[in-house]
């Protein structure tokens, strides 16, 4: 390269000054000072540069651009003296066009051209040319180092070049791969470099200079053979990202590892590493962006799917501009992620320059991978990321964008009313100016209440005077102004329930106003704003005295909490519950709020549910217990019968939460367990509702079967004597449960074995039969069978368990399972047990029962299945006839409850379950029971097929619709199947009563009639309907046309079977029997006869058409009779020698070689 011939800014732009004029650059509207923020200068602007015209070229329409609707994000600059000297290169220096850009520090740009030349720019001044290498084709690809000081520039031929980047001398020259492939993309690593050619292989060129010599040496670190690799981005000098078209691949320290990449074949994959977080690495392609998480330690590499999002167009390029990703989507738009994501802006009037397109022609002379000629021409060539700013390069110029400052948006957005997009823009600013700024916009929307009816408006000002610290004006400004707009005073309310108002809290006076207007929009948050508050911020007396009051009682319980911790706000709200008000989430009186402030105080948690240091949950705890326990000064009752007389349910569940916990674990754990225990049994004594008294007896009797409450006798005897005084299910089963509960018995271990921890063992018989006395005096079946069934009193156990009124699911279970086991251990014990309360086993359960019953009831099953008037014993039956007990009496009596409960469904017992009933005694209990729907069936069984077809005409003659067809189609069918048993005149009778009834017949059952009936007595004597005739007459003309067609066809195939088989024999047959076409008989007497093919003979004289009257064959004037052709027997071949030659297949050594 000679500086010397390298042309200077002021010689290209005075070569031509006419031609300046006639530019031909890109159509931008006139672009707004405030939204661009251009500096003024006393060149042309923009517009008009921008708006000359080619005088030998066709004018490109404009399109127009709609102005934004808020403040861009980015500020566009487009370098107008590179653009003009790129062009003014190609026009008068025949540089060709701009195919590759890089941008470094310090306002250095370079720019490769088609023709293999380089142009470098410092501050838009061009500094160096390089033409050096114009017979490598076009300039592909350029990249700065980290400092700028280095450029390497790739050609289309191979050729990869290090210049110095301040003079413009190639430093080193290196071609990869003996100029096969073009290089595609080059960066940097640290002090080395990294190369991707066309032909999709990775290299690594490291540059040293041993002894003062400067030189390159470069090695492959990804082959093309493996994967195709058509896009890579390094992090730093020794992790690398590359893709192919089928995944991701990180490369660290010789290793590799990598994840599938979907998407069509013809869109290209993008990479670019993450500017916030260097474990990210961002890929997309086709619509689908994707953060993956890379994690290289020591020698394994872990990659990990972060977060998956679907894009509206497919991304070309990803890169980062002010801490946000920018993407470059296929139709030409510039995106920021986030928030401005749907705010793009359109890059398509400057053409961007894409890189794939000069290596699928002239620059690479076809040597393009398969990879590239399947991705297309959408890699993006001139596009470079350096100090915030992207530079992008295209046919009519170099662009650059950059982020726009967060203050300067913030203000023009406030300034044209998108005070929200302003606010949301200010709380993500920093600095004493973000601050300045932010107490500006609190005083402008402070004079506009009615703003803050937004909710987003209202969370973003109370967000933005909280990140600041600007909480004298979020009281002193906001509040005495805006105080009347509900939702900002819901939005306060909300902030404090979260606790961000602690650093800016407000005066006592300030509470007290925005509780009082909560409590008029949203009394819910009243009592979690209060419990949320600091207590510095409230006014006891006052917040109070108005929340009891409004009834809030929560509220009353955080004030109370606030000033003598949770215990406190149980003594204060003690007084106000209303045990008649029945709990649960209809509660109207201070129930709710004590049951919420006695599970604080038992969690060991403060006001509001805030968590207590470690060091003071011991105490409050034991402190709640104590308070819970204690009676008060208003009733003198305990919080605890308070709570359990309010809502017993609930009181329970809490202690169940709390038990695994102090001071209900540790070493008095059990003590304090006995001390609640005590006080919950003299509270149930007091209670009235049965179903409070049962939740307490099953904790204390749940308490004392796992252990977790010591066997004291008092509880014991307590828990008893509640549990006899209790009515109901629940009470009866922990009455049993303390019954059935003995003494643990320490097991017998042997000596230096661990310690077996304690049995329970069995009670014994004589303290059962107490029991069952107590039992017996309290009136207590459920109780007594349970006994009963442990005393192994089976005569007494039935009964009992009969007693109860409305035995559960449980209970019936448990009974059904003493049966069974009954029935495996005394078979005949248990049936004379079961016998008499069979029918009301029935009615409990059918089919548990029919399980039970075996062989030995059939004596007893025909009765009780006549005294179960329920479709239980249909069921119960049904269950028996599935296992194959049903049979005798018993299917009688199954059969008459079927005629008595579903008699449509008596026929299909009999036709499913032949030979079950005599059909004499199935036709006695239809008659009897009136079931006529199943007379047919019974009547065809006893051989009277006649009087069911009667019976069957005269149900059609009560049905209509659906049934009446259903009926008609049963009456076919019997005729069709008895028809063929039953002398002719008989089936004759039975069809014509059937046609005389029926108003319509399918012509498919008149073909059965009309082989009992002739077709003129179907039409003219047996068919009143005109309907029924026509049916019998279109019948019976095609049963005709049937039959003839059949004798037509059956004629035609005997004729070729006879004529096939006397020409496959060769030979006639003698001639007798009659002419074929006279009819006369053949003979001597009678003159010549001929025979045709097919044997059919005939006078010569009758034979006048020479041809078969059958299939028409010729018959052949010369007749000539062929002996029969003899079948030759073949001859023994006469042996022969052959030489036959073995050859063995090559045999390989030991080392593989043949």
Same mark, same amino acid.
């Given at each position: 390269?000679?500086?010397?011939?390298?042309?200077?800014?002021?010689?290209?732009?005075?070569?031509?000054?006419?031609?300046?004029?006639?530019?031909?650059?890109?159509?931008?509207?006139?672009?707004?000072?405030?939204?661009?923020?251009?500096?003024?200068?006393?060149?042309?602007?923009?517009?008009?540069?921008?708006?000359?015209?080619?005088?030998?070229?066709?004018?490109?329409?404009?399109?127009?651009?709609?102005?934004?609707?808020?403040?861009?994000?980015?500020?566009?600059?487009?370098?107008?003296?590179?653009?003009?000297?790129?062009?003014?290169?190609?026009?008068?220096?025949?540089?060709?066009?701009?195919?590759? #850009?890089?941008?470094?520090?310090?306002?250095?740009?370079?720019?490769?051209?088609?023709?293999?030349?380089?142009?470098?720019?410092?501050?838009?001044?061009?500094?160096?040319?390089?033409?050096?290498?114009?017979?490598?084709?076009?300039?592909?690809?350029?990249?700065?180092?980290?400092?700028?000081?280095?450029?390497?520039?790739?050609?289309?031929?191979?050729?990869?070049?290090?210049?110095?980047?301040?003079?413009?001398?190639?430093?080193?020259?290196?071609?990869?791969?003996?100029?096969?492939?073009?290089?595609?993309?080059?960066?940097?690593?640290?002090?080395?470099?990294?190369?991707?050619?066309?032909?999709?292989?990775?290299?690594?060129?490291?540059?040293?200079?041993?002894?003062?010599?400067?030189?390159?040496?470069?090695?492959?670190?990804?082959?093309?053979?493996?994967?195709?690799?058509?896009?890579?981005?390094?992090?730093?000098?020794?992790?690398?990202?590359?893709?192919?078209?089928?995944?991701?691949?990180?490369?660290?320290?010789?290793?590799?590892?990598?994840?599938?990449?979907?998407?069509?074949?013809?869109?290209?994959?993008?990479?670019?590493?993450?500017?916030?977080?260097?474990?990210?690495?961002?890929?997309?392609?086709?619509?689908?962006?994707?953060?993956?998480?890379?994690?290289?330690?020591?020698?394994?590499?872990?990659?990990?799917?972060?977060?998956?999002?679907?894009?509206?167009?497919?991304?070309?390029?990803?890169?980062?501009?002010?801490?946000?990703?920018?993407?470059?989507?296929?139709?030409?738009?510039?995106?920021?992620?986030?928030?401005?994501?749907?705010?793009?802006?359109?890059?398509?009037?400057?053409?961007?320059?894409?890189?794939?397109?000069?290596?699928?022609?002239?620059?690479?002379?076809?040597?393009?991978?398969?990879?590239?000629?399947?991705?297309?021409?959408?890699?993006?060539?001139?596009?470079?990321?350096?100090?915030?700013?992207?530079?992008?390069?295209?046919?009519?110029?170099?662009?650059?964008?950059?982020?726009?400052?967060?203050?300067?948006?913030?203000?023009?957005?406030?300034?044209?009313?998108?005070?929200?997009?302003?606010?949301?823009?200010?709380?993500?600013?920093?600095?004493?100016?973000?601050?300045? #700024?932010?107490?500006?916009?609190?005083?402008?929307?402070?004079?506009?209440?009615?703003?803050?009816?937004?909710?987003?408006?209202?969370?973003?000002?109370?967000?933005?005077?909280?990140?600041?610290?600007?909480?004298?004006?979020?009281?002193?400004?906001?509040?005495?102004?805006?105080?009347?707009?509900?939702?900002?005073?819901?939005?306060?309310?909300?902030?404090?329930?979260?606790?961000?108002?602690?650093?800016?809290?407000?005066?006592?006076?300030?509470?007290?106003?925005?509780?009082?207007?909560?409590?008029?929009?949203?009394?819910?948050?009243?009592?979690?704003?209060?419990?949320?508050?600091?207590?510095?911020?409230?006014?006891?007396?006052?917040?109070?005295?108005?929340?009891?009051?409004?009834?809030?009682?929560?509220?009353?319980?955080?004030?109370?909490?606030?000033?003598?911790?949770?215990?406190?706000?149980?003594?204060?709200?003690?007084?106000?519950?209303?045990?008649?008000?029945?709990?649960?989430?209809?509660?109207?009186?201070?129930?709710?709020?004590?049951?919420?402030?006695?599970?604080?105080?038992?969690?060991?948690?403060?006001?509001?549910?805030?968590?207590?240091?470690?060091?003071?949950?011991?105490?409050?705890?034991?402190?709640?217990?104590?308070?819970?326990?204690?009676?008060?000064?208003?009733?003198?009752?305990?919080?605890?019968?308070?709570?359990?007389?309010?809502?017993?349910?609930?009181?329970?569940?809490?202690?169940?939460?709390?038990?695994?916990?102090?001071?209900?674990?540790?070493?008095?754990?059990?003590?304090?367990?006995?001390?609640?225990?005590?006080?919950?049994?003299?509270?149930?004594?007091?209670?009235?509702?049965?179903?409070?008294?049962?939740?307490?007896?099953?904790?204390?009797?749940?308490?004392?079967?796992?252990?977790?409450?010591?066997?004291?006798?008092?509880?014991?005897?307590?828990?008893?004597?509640?549990?006899?005084?209790?009515?109901?299910?629940?009470?009866?089963?922990?009455?049993?449960?303390?019954?059935?509960?003995?003494?643990?018995?320490?097991?017998?271990?042997?000596?230096?074995?661990?310690?077996?921890?304690?049995?329970?063992?069995?009670?014994?018989?004589?303290?059962?039969?107490?029991?069952?006395?107590?039992?017996?005096?309290?009136?207590?079946? %459920?109780?007594?069978?349970?006994?009963?069934?442990?005393?192994?009193?089976?005569?007494?156990?039935?009964?009992?368990?009969?007693?109860?009124?409305?035995?559960?699911?449980?209970?019936?279970?448990?009974?059904?399972?003493?049966?069974?086991?009954?029935?495996?251990?005394?078979?005949?014990?248990?049936?004379?047990?079961?016998?008499?309360?069979?029918?009301?086993?029935?009615?409990?359960?059918?089919?548990?029962?029919?399980?039970?019953?075996?062989?030995?009831?059939?004596?007893?099953?025909?009765?009780?299945?006549?005294?179960?008037?329920?479709?239980?014993?249909?069921?119960?039956?049904?269950?028996?006839?599935?296992?194959?007990?049903?049979?005798?009496?018993?299917?009688?009596?199954?059969?008459?409850?079927?005629?008595?409960?579903?008699?449509?469904?008596?026929?299909?017992?009999?036709?499913?379950?032949?030979?079950?009933? %005599?059909?004499?005694?199935?036709?006695?209990?239809?008659?009897?029971?009136?079931?006529?729907?199943?007379?047919?069936?019974?009547?065809?069984?006893?051989?009277?097929?006649?009087?069911?077809?009667?019976?069957?005409?005269?149900?059609?003659?009560?049905?209509?619709?659906?049934?009446?067809?259903?009926?008609?189609?049963?009456?076919?069918?019997?005729?069709?199947?008895?028809?063929?048993?039953?002398?002719?005149?008989?089936?004759?009778?039975?069809?014509?009563?059937?046609?005389?009834?029926?108003?319509?017949?399918?012509?498919?059952?008149?073909?059965?009639?009309?082989?009992?009936?002739?077709?003129?007595?179907?039409?003219?004597?047996?068919?009143?309907?005109?309907?029924?005739?026509?049916?019998? #007459?279109?019948?019976?003309?095609?049963?005709?046309?049937?039959?003839?067609?059949?004798?037509?066809?059956?004629?035609?195939?005997?004729?070729?079977?006879?004529?096939?088989?006397?020409?496959?024999?060769?030979?006639?047959?003698?001639?007798?029997?009659?002419?074929?076409?006279?009819?006369?008989?053949?003979?001597?007497?009678?003159?010549?006869?001929?025979?045709?093919?097919?044997?059919?003979?005939?006078?010569?004289?009758?034979?006048?058409?020479?041809?078969?009257?059958?299939?028409?064959?010729?018959?052949?004037?010369?007749?000539?009779?062929?002996?029969?052709?003899?079948?030759?027997?073949?001859?023994?071949?006469?042996?022969?020698?052959?030489?036959?030659?073995?050859?063995?297949?090559?045999?390989?050594?030991?080392?593989?070689?043949?």
């Amino acid at each position: 390269m000679d500086l010397l011939k390298t042309p200077s800014v002021q010689s290209l732009l005075d070569s031509d000054l006419e031609s300046v004029g006639s530019l031909q650059y890109m159509d931008f509207e006139e672009l707004d000072e405030v939204e661009y923020a251009l500096p003024t200068s006393e060149a042309p602007t923009l517009a008009e540069v921008l708006s000359a015209e080619d005088e030998g070229e066709e004018k490109i329409p404009f399109k127009p651009v709609e102005e934004p609707s808020g403040c861009s994000a980015v500020q566009i600059d487009f370098l107008q003296a590179v653009s003009q000297q790129i062009i003014q290169a190609q026009e008068r220096s025949s540089a060709g066009t701009a195919t590759a #850009l890089s941008v470094g520090a310090n306002g250095k740009l370079t720019v490769g051209t088609a023709h293999g030349h380089l142009l470098t720019f410092f501050e838009q001044t061009l500094r160096w040319v390089c033409d050096s290498n114009t017979d490598r084709g076009a300039v592909s690809c350029v990249a700065y180092n980290q400092d700028s000081t280095r450029l390497l520039a790739g050609y289309a031929r191979g050729l990869i070049c290090q210049y110095d980047s301040i003079q413009g001398v190639v430093l080193r020259r290196v071609t990869l791969g003996g100029e096969i492939w073009g290089t595609l993309r080059v960066t940097w690593a640290g002090m080395s470099g990294l190369a991707l050619d066309t032909g999709g292989s990775v290299w690594l060129i490291k540059f040293s200079r041993p002894l003062g010599v400067r030189s390159a040496r470069s090695s492959c670190l990804f082959s093309g053979a493996r994967g195709e690799v058509v896009a890579m981005a390094a992090r730093d000098a020794r992790i690398l990202a590359l893709a192919t078209l089928s995944r991701v691949i990180i490369v660290a320290g010789g290793r590799a590892a990598g994840v599938r990449l979907g998407g069509p074949p013809d869109t290209l994959p993008v990479l670019a590493w993450s500017d916030t977080d260097e474990r990210v690495l961002v890929c997309g392609r086709a619509k689908t962006l994707q953060w993956l998480a890379v994690n290289v330690t020591g020698s394994s590499i872990l990659l990990r799917p972060v977060h998956r999002v679907e894009l509206k167009s497919s991304p070309l390029w990803l890169g980062w501009l002010g801490g946000n990703l920018a993407i470059f989507d296929a139709d030409e738009n510039l995106r920021l992620w986030g928030d401005d994501y749907d705010k793009p802006l359109d890059l398509s009037q400057i053409e961007p320059v894409y890189a794939s397109a000069f290596f699928k022609g002239l620059w690479t002379d076809g040597r393009v991978s398969r990879a590239m000629c399947m991705a297309g021409g959408s890699a993006l060539g001139g596009a470079c990321v350096a100090e915030g700013a992207l530079a992008l390069l295209g046919r009519r110029g170099v662009l650059r964008v950059r982020p726009r400052d967060l203050l300067a948006r913030a203000q023009a957005a406030m300034g044209s009313g998108r005070h929200a997009q302003a606010l949301r823009l200010l709380c993500s600013a920093q600095g004493p100016d973000a601050a300045a #700024l932010a107490n500006s916009f609190i005083i402008n929307i402070s004079e506009r209440p009615h703003l803050l009816s937004n909710k987003v408006l209202a969370d973003l000002a109370i967000k933005l005077c909280l990140k600041f610290n600007l909480g004298e004006e979020l009281w002193s400004c906001l509040w005495e102004q805006c105080a009347g707009e509900k939702v900002f005073v819901e939005a306060l309310g909300e902030a404090a329930v979260r606790g961000e108002l602690y650093d800016a809290a407000p005066s006592p006076d300030c509470s007290q106003e925005l509780i009082e207007r909560l409590a008029d929009c949203d009394p819910g948050l009243v009592e979690r704003v209060v419990a949320s508050l600091p207590l510095t911020s409230l006014d006891p007396h006052r917040s109070s005295v108005f929340t009891r009051d409004k009834g809030l009682w929560r509220g009353v319980g955080a004030i109370a909490a606030a000033l003598g911790g949770s215990s406190g706000a149980m003594k204060e709200l003690v007084g106000y519950v209303d045990a008649s008000c029945g709990g649960g989430a209809s509660c109207r009186c201070a129930g709710g709020a004590l049951l919420l402030a006695a599970a604080d105080a038992l969690g060991g948690r403060g006001a509001g549910g805030r968590a207590l240091p470690d060091h003071a949950r011991p105490s409050a705890r034991h402190d709640a217990l104590h308070t819970l326990l204690a009676e008060t000064e208003r009733g003198g009752r305990s919080p605890l019968h308070v709570l359990c007389a309010h809502d017993a349910r609930a009181c329970v569940r809490l202690l169940e939460q709390s038990a695994r916990e102090p001071p209900f674990a540790g070493p008095l754990g059990k003590q304090n367990r006995l001390r609640v225990a005590r006080a919950l049994l003299a509270v149930a004594h007091q209670l009235q509702e049965p179903d409070e008294r049962a939740e307490i007896l099953e904790f204390i009797t749940g308490q004392l079967s796992t252990g977790a409450l010591p066997g004291d006798r008092e509880v014991v005897a307590g828990a008893a004597e509640l549990a006899a005084g209790t009515a109901g299910e629940r009470a009866d089963r922990a009455w049993l449960a303390l019954l059935l509960r003995a003494p643990a018995t320490p097991a017998v271990s042997l000596p230096g074995a661990p310690a077996v921890p304690l049995a329970p063992s069995p009670p014994p018989r004589a303290q059962l039969a107490a029991h069952r006395a107590a039992a017996a005096a309290a009136t207590r079946p %459920r109780v007594l069978w349970r006994l009963d069934v442990l005393l192994d009193n089976h005569a007494e156990a039935l009964p009992r368990f009969f007693e109860i009124e409305n035995p559960s699911a449980a209970d019936v279970d448990e009974l059904f399972e003493y049966l069974a086991s009954r029935t495996e251990a005394d078979c005949v014990g248990a049936k004379k047990q079961m016998e008499d309360y069979l029918s009301k086993l029935i009615e409990l359960r059918p089919r548990a029962t029919a399980a039970l019953v075996t062989d030995q009831f059939s004596d007893v099953l025909s009765t009780t299945l006549s005294t179960v008037a329920s479709d239980r014993a249909l069921e119960f039956a049904d269950c028996l006839l599935e296992a194959g007990r049903l049979r005798g009496e018993a299917a009688a009596a199954h059969f008459r409850n079927l005629c008595t409960r579903r008699p449509a469904a008596a026929s299909a017992f009999l036709e499913k379950n032949p030979g079950m009933l %005599r059909p004499e005694e199935a036709l006695a209990i239809v008659r009897e029971t009136g079931a006529r729907e199943a007379e047919p069936a019974c009547l065809e069984a006893t051989g009277d097929p006649g009087a069911a077809l009667d019976a069957l005409l005269n149900l059609v003659s009560d049905a209509e619709g659906e049934a009446e067809a259903g009926l008609l189609r049963r009456a076919c069918e019997l005729c069709t199947r008895v028809a063929p048993g039953v002398p002719a005149e008989t089936a004759g009778g039975m069809w014509a009563r059937l046609l005389k009834r029926a108003e319509s017949m399918p012509p498919a059952l008149l073909l059965e009639a009309a082989a009992y009936l002739p077709p003129e007595r179907l039409a003219a004597r047996v068919c009143s309907a005109p309907r029924v005739a026509q049916a019998a #007459l279109v019948a019976a003309h095609g049963q005709l046309g049937a039959w003839e067609c059949a004798a037509r066809v059956a004629a035609r195939e005997a004729h070729e079977a006879l004529a096939l088989a006397l020409a496959a024999a060769r030979r006639g047959l003698a001639v007798r029997g009659r002419c074929g076409r006279c009819g006369r008989g053949l003979g001597a007497a009678d003159g010549a006869c001929r025979t045709t093919h097919c044997a059919r003979a005939c006078h010569v004289a009758c034979d006048a058409g020479g041809a078969c009257g059958v299939c028409g064959a010729r018959v052949p004037d010369a007749v000539v009779s062929l002996p029969p052709s003899r079948t030759p027997v073949p001859s023994a071949p006469t042996p022969q020698d052959h030489s036959l030659q073995l050859v063995a297949p090559p045999r390989p050594d030991l080392e593989g070689i043949v």
